[in-house]
Nanobody, 115 residues
């Protein structure tokens, strides 16, 4: 099993920045961030493999950056130039196990972009 602790959400004005963090209790394979806005399905935001390869949703490319610190088993999501449409609950997602066969989700952190 793995425990995930998310942090860094909050209220920010349009154009502002936030950094989310997801700390895992053990080593993990790939890590990712998803988000879910009210009335919408959960969607992929960004992922990063154990080797550092990244993937982004088109709506956040160029504004968000995912990174990880393997020594701390922690993933980060730096969000810049935030827009009201980025408002959502953001969830950390990790794959772990010898082959990354297990999946775990964080509890979610609210990000609100509003003036």
């Amino acid at each position: 099993q793995v425990q995930l602790v998310e942090s860094g959400g909050g209220l920010v004005q349009p154009g502002g920045s936030l950094r989310l963090a997801c700390a895992a209790s053990r080593s993990i394979n790939s890590m990712g961030w998803y988000r879910q806005a009210p009335g919408k399905e959960r969607e992929l935001v960004a992922t990063i493999t154990s080797g550092g390869s990244t993937n982004y949703a088109g709506s956040v490319k160029g504004r968000f950056t995912i990174s990880r610190d393997n020594a701390k088993n922690t993933a980060y999501l730096q969000m810049n130039s935030l827009k009201p449409e980025d408002t959502a609950v953001y969830y950390c997602n990790v794959h772990y196990g010898n082959y990354g066969e297990f999946v775990a989700w964080g509890q979610g952190t609210q990000v609100t972009v509003s003036s």
